[in-house]
């Protein structure tokens, strides 16, 4: 309800507003008729800086981290004014009143608190709170009245004229005449104080809005405001006891009797008896418990003391509820932040700390994190050292286990019927139930990143995805059904032919496929009784048949190239690895299965059902060639969910697919000179020894590998027929030597046609000469190299065995004749680490660099732009670098090879010399390597690089200026992490999400649910 006041106070600002726009009416004919450009005032100029921002995409803190280049958190006004001008273009007239606004006392330079508490009392901040204004008039009114001046006063002492209103220089120069002024308020906060006051902006208070803002404080918001008051219950309680609040939360942690259940209503009985009767302490505890789990975790902890700190209370406790959280977890600081590509050497800015600080700290906001960031940047540097935050955790854990040590133990009576009856719940539950009871500790909500694009069952971490999938169990039982359909992918109430997963366009099959309304969803169940995803003997590439239907031969090859390791498909010693984890076999009962891919080097778990395409009582798609086994149906299926409908698995490469399924980078060779613009120079048998050396390697280091040939149509050699086509992709199985009884080496390589038939017809091909003098030969072979590898502990090759089932030898000759593109897998061994760097292109970027001197001079400063500065004396130093960016399968109308949705990319490294600090221009004499040609390939790569001690500066670049699109950079190195460092000229740098879910696992509680079911 408003007051009379209130409503005096809305008329007198629709007056003024009245005013100024009829004023703003007369200076715009004054500036039609005279042709002369005017601003108005500072409100005009900041509003004309946030209008650039939204226009660019940016918010208006942007601007000063953008004149801020070396994170000192200060810049000169000369600075700030040229971004303005070059990055926001706004006209000169605007860049002088904004910079008289942000620099107030006139000093020629702006800090970084300075600029956003100046677009918070401008009510422009995007970044942080709003709450500066208010708090500054807080501080003016406190201030005013400690000075013995009541409203009346103050305003006539301001107002020597009598003029009935006060404007912001009347108001600075009487705050600025009172003594001590200067230990109360800044002359900013006075600027703010004026700005809360001078709610119709028109640079005029009345005497009688004064009085009545003198006379009321800032009220504050509502939001919040009841958790606010039983907060405060504690709060004042405790303050009464002498009790201080980090002593309070100490006090809980040494009270948890099992880490992983958190702070139970009997600790927290136990803990606040003496301080809280019974009623409150079952509210306070229901306040803090907000997820009505039974318990607070250590997350909830912290957000308490978020909200209940006050002036003098520190961060150390913190460290304390960390390390209990860590213990929990069954995790060390150290593994924890290794996940996030963070050492002990690791240097840390502000802004690569609050990407951790919520994960490891769950600040709520901006503001919390830099306070923690300042509480631990003891030398203001700007920069925390990662053993900081090791040293801090480890020693707070020290700390808090001597004191548990000498905590006597004592039993307390259970007083709260709600805790007998949550226990006596959590009892009774199945074991799937108790599990989902167990993580919603860990995961209490969810968010739009826990989910990949629109799907509602596609996430993109384990622990959302074992929550949604107990959800689906508790759903399928409380409604007394037996299996799980999913509404997003198959026939439906919405959808009841299923069309809409097999076609992109609904109802519009494409010719030759049979009509979606002829085509049945049927369980596995229907189809075989005793079903396996593998037999026990694993998979085999001649396991793998391709439906003469759906056009993805170059997945199915994956498949096939993939199954020489059933490790990719299963981990055995891994519950979290493959692409069906253990971790999920689980639900199979229930029809639920959850494959998980690799998108952008982020693993994203794709739940199905158990219902599959037939036609005539046959499946329509890809299949295993033994009844019993589905690895290769439901990994197609999982990958069409993925990508929208099977048709849009039509065509691709096979590099995708087996970057994909497995995570690990895939690269291409270009064999044919014919198809190699950037690497022609090569004679013919430079080529073959290259091509020969890359088998070597791959062999050595187990590369997955596949090929194809350009074209379409069968492929002819010398006018023979070969039994292969263009356009087709193989897998390619193994490659070997061998000794014939001549003493002649013969370079070997067998490879399978995914279909599981249609073979190589010349030398080398099953009943060919050259394979029945040398059949014992290869047989011998095989079975001494699954031998070896046994004994070695590596993945064997199947043996060679002749028959019509697709797989066939040839030899590196005829090989190097027929086949234009090589595929394989950049296998790095553990001791290469790799930094992510996710970021994008943006219309301000001008792409590639033509002839025209301009354009080679702007190229370091208007691309992304990363520095790689190396120094170890770790000798034979090397790196590699590869670029993927969105996948254009995942547009569902969109056709391979996506030319309209992948940008046209290509990298260049660059080595400054030792004086040079950055890349001033293109400069191709420092050029040391590239991606090649410009390529809208979905990943791209540099070939494995030596370097040295020096400086390098690493710019992608697009085709063409004004190109927009989302990039993930990797860079992967052999030498120890704090022997390299990486800035970035871009907002955006590098985050990596860690695998929590792994770690989690580990936990007793946890383990003993999951091997339970």
């Known amino acids: 309800m408003k007051s009379i006041d209130d409503y005096k106070k809305i008329v007198i600002t629709l007056k003024k507003k009245v005013k100024q726009l009829q004023q703003e009416n007369i200076d715009l004919k004054k500036v039609s008729s005279q042709k002369v450009y005017v601003y108005s005032d500072r409100f005009t100029a900041i509003k004309q800086l946030k209008k650039a921002a939204k226009k660019l995409g940016l918010t208006p803190e942007m601007f000063f981290r953008a004149a801020d280049t070396k994170s000192m958190e200060i810049v000169t006004t000369k600075r700030l004014g040229d971004i303005f001008k070059t990055m926001a273009k706004l006209h000169d007239?605007?860049?002088?009143?904004?910079?008289?606004?942000?620099?107030?006392?006139?000093?020629?330079?702006?800090?970084?608190?300075?600029?956003?508490?100046?677009l918070e009392m401008y009510q422009i901040n995007e970044e942080y709170g709003s709450n500066y204004n208010r708090n500054s008039y807080s501080k003016f009114i406190y201030f005013l009245k400690k000075e013995q001046y009541d409203g009346i006063i103050g305003f006539?002492?301001?107002?020597?004229?009598?003029?009935?209103?006060?404007?912001?220089?009347?108001?600075?120069?009487?705050?600025?005449?009172?003594?001590?002024?200067?230990?109360?308020?800044?002359?900013?906060?006075?600027?703010?104080?004026?700005?809360?006051?001078?709610?119709?902006?028109?640079?005029?208070?009345?005497?009688?809005?004064?009085?009545?803002?003198?006379?009321?404080?800032?009220?504050?918001?509502?939001?919040?405001?009841?958790?606010?008051?039983?907060?405060?219950?504690?709060?004042?309680?405790?303050?009464?006891?002498g009790v201080k609040l980090s002593s309070f939360v100490l006090e809980l942690m040494l009270s948890i009797q099992q880490p992983e259940l958190g702070v139970t209503i009997e600790v927290f009985y136990n803990v606040t008896k003496k301080y809280l009767d019974q009623k409150e302490t079952l509210a306070l505890f229901k306040l803090m418990d907000h997820q009505e789990k039974g318990s607070i975790d250590y997350d909830e902890i912290m957000s308490f003391y978020y909200m209940t700190m006050s002036y003098g209370d520190s961060f150390e406790i913190l460290f304390t509820v960390l390390a209990r959280k860590l213990q929990a977890m069954n995790i060390s600081i150290e593994r924890y932040l290794k996940q996030e590509q963070i050492y002990a050497e690791t240097q840390l800015t502000f802004e690569q700390f609050n990407l951790i600080a919520n994960d490891l700290f769950n600040t709520?906001?901006?503001e919390i994190s830099e306070k923690l960031f300042q509480a631990l940047d003891l030398d203001n540097s700007g920069i925390v050292s990662a053993q900081e935050i090791i040293t801090y955790t480890n020693e707070s854990l020290k700390e808090y286990n001597l004191l548990l040590r000498q905590k006597t133990k004592t039993q307390s009576t259970l007083m709260f019927e709600d805790f007998d009856s949550t226990q006596i719940e959590i009892a009774n539950l199945d074991v799937d139930e108790q599990l989902l009871f167990e993580l919603k500790k860990?995961?209490?909500?969810?968010?739009?990143?826990?989910?990949?694009?629109?799907?509602?069952?596609?996430?993109?971490?384990?622990?959302?995805?074992?929550?949604?999938?107990?959800?689906?169990?508790?759903?399928?039982?409380?409604?007394?059904?037996?299996?799980?359909?999913d509404p997003e992918f198959g026939s439906s109430q919405t959808d009841p032919y299923g069309s809409n997963a097999i076609y992109r366009v609904e109802n519009l099959p494409i010719q030759g496929w049979p009509d979606a309304k002829d085509i049945c969803w049927q369980r596995i169940s229907e189809i075989c009784s005793d079903w396996v995803f593998m037999d026990e003997n694993g998979a085999n590439a001649n396991d793998v048949i391709q439906s003469h239907y759906l056009g993805d031969c170059w997945l199915i090859s994956a498949l096939t190239i993939i199954a020489s390791n059933d490790k990719y498909l299963v981990d055995e010693n891994d519950i979290s690895k493959g692409l069906y984890p253990k971790l999920f076999h689980f639900f199979k009962k229930y029809g639920i299965?959850?494959?998980?891919?690799?998108?952008?080097?982020?693993?994203?778990?794709?739940?199905?059902?158990?219902?599959?395409?037939?036609?005539?009582?046959?499946?329509?798609?890809?299949?295993?060639?033994?009844?019993?086994?589905?690895?290769?149906?439901?990994?197609?299926?999982?990958?069409?969910?993925?990508?929208?409908?099977?048709?849009?698995?039509?065509?691709?490469?096979?590099?995708?697919?087996?970057?994909d399924f497995t995570g690990i980078p895939c690269t291409r060779y270009i064999i044919d000179n014919n198809y190699n613009d950037y690497d022609n120079?090569?004679?013919?048998q430079e080529r073959k020894?290259?091509?020969?050396?890359?088998?070597?390697?791959?062999?050595?280091?187990?590369?997955?590998?596949?090929?194809?040939?350009?074209?379409?149509?069968?492929?002819?050699?010398?006018?023979?027929?070969?039994?292969?086509?263009?356009?087709?992709?193989?897998?390619?199985?193994?490659?070997?030597?061998?000794?014939?009884?001549?003493?002649?080496?013969?370079?070997?390589?067998?490879?399978?046609?995914?279909?599981?038939?249609?073979?190589?017809?010349?030398?080398?091909?099953?009943?060919?000469?050259?394979?029945?003098?040398n059949l014992d030969s290869i047989k011998s072979y095989f079975d001494n190299e699954i031998q070896r590898c046994n004994q070695q502990g590596v993945e064997p090759p199947d043996q060679y065995t002749q028959g019509e089932d697709g797989i066939f030898i040839m030899n590196f000759k005829s090989f190097y004749n027929i086949f234009n593109t090589l595929f394989y897998s950049v296998n790095l061994d553990d001791k290469w680490s790799v930094m992510r760097i996710y970021d994008s292109f943006n219309k301000e970027h001008i792409g590639t660099p033509t002839l025209n001197e301009r354009s080679q001079a702007l190229y370091p400063y208007r691309n992304p732009k990363y520095t790689i500065r190396i120094n170890h004396p770790f000798p034979n130093k090397r790196i590699y670098i590869t670029l993927s960016q969105r996948d254009g399968r995942l547009d569902r109308l969109a056709k391979y090879p996506y030319e309209t949705k992948l940008v046209k990319i290509i990298m260049c490294l660059f080595q400054l010399q030792q004086h040079e600090t950055e890349l001033t221009k293109y400069d191709s004499s420092k050029k040391v390597l590239d991606s090649k040609l410009l390529s809208s390939r979905r990943d791209i790569d540099m070939e494995i690089f030596s370097v040295q001690n020096a400086t390098?500066?690493?710019?992608?670049?697009?085709?063409?200026?004004?190109?927009?699109?989302?990039?993930?950079?990797?860079?992967?190195?052999?030498?120890?992490?704090?022997?390299?460092?990486?800035?970035?000229?871009?907002?955006?740098?590098?985050?990596?999400?860690?695998?929590?879910?792994?770690?989690?696992?580990?936990?007793?509680?946890?383990?003993?649910?999951?091997?339970?079911?």
């Open 364 to 366: 709520p906001n901006y």
């Open 681 to 684: 120079d090569k004679t013919i």
């Open 442 to 485: 860990y995961k209490t909500s969810f968010s739009d990143k826990d989910r990949f694009e629109k799907f509602q069952y596609i996430l993109t971490n384990e622990i959302s995805c074992l929550i949604i999938c107990l959800q689906i169990v508790q759903n399928i039982k409380l409604n007394k059904q037996k299996y799980w359909e």
């Open 952 to 1013: 390098y500066v690493l710019i992608p670049s697009a085709h063409q200026p004004n190109i927009t699109g989302d990039y993930v950079i990797s860079i992967y190195f052999d030498f120890p992490p704090n022997g390299i460092i990486i800035e970035s000229n871009t907002e955006q740098q590098f985050l990596l999400q860690p695998k929590i879910f792994t770690s989690l696992m580990q936990n007793p509680t946890l383990f003993k649910l999951f091997n339970q079911l």
């Open 593 to 659: 299965i959850v494959i998980k891919f690799n998108k952008m080097f982020r693993d994203i778990y794709v739940i199905i059902d158990d219902r599959f395409c037939t036609y005539n009582n046959k499946l329509l798609f890809a299949e295993c060639r033994s009844e019993r086994e589905w690895w290769v149906q439901i990994i197609e299926k999982a990958y069409a969910k993925l990508h929208s409908c099977y048709e849009a698995l039509t065509s691709g490469d096979i590099s995708q697919a087996l970057f």
């Open 93 to 118: 007239n605007y860049v002088q009143e904004l910079l008289k606004v942000f620099d107030v006392e006139d000093s020629g330079s702006i800090t970084k608190d300075e600029y956003y508490q100046t």
């Open 689 to 773: 020894e290259q091509l020969l050396k890359i088998f070597q390697i791959a062999k050595q280091s187990n590369s997955l590998m596949g090929c194809s040939a350009h074209g379409t149509g069968q492929v002819l050699l010398n006018g023979e027929e070969t039994g292969l086509y263009k356009g087709h992709a193989y897998s390619i199985l193994h490659y070997f030597q061998l000794k014939d009884d001549q003493s002649r080496i013969h370079k070997l390589i067998m490879l399978r046609n995914p279909w599981g038939f249609g073979e190589w017809k010349l030398k080398w091909s099953d009943y060919s000469i050259q394979m029945s003098e």
């Open 156 to 241: 006539i002492k301001m107002d020597p004229n009598k003029l009935g209103y006060i404007t912001r220089e009347m108001f600075v120069a009487f705050t600025q005449s009172l003594n001590n002024w200067q230990q109360y308020l800044t002359l900013r906060e006075i600027y703010s104080a004026y700005q809360y006051m001078d709610i119709s902006e028109n640079e005029q208070i009345s005497r009688e809005e004064y009085l009545q803002a003198f006379d009321k404080l800032p009220a504050i918001p509502k939001v919040g405001q009841i958790q606010e008051q039983k907060i405060n219950i504690l709060r004042k309680v405790l303050l009464i006891k």
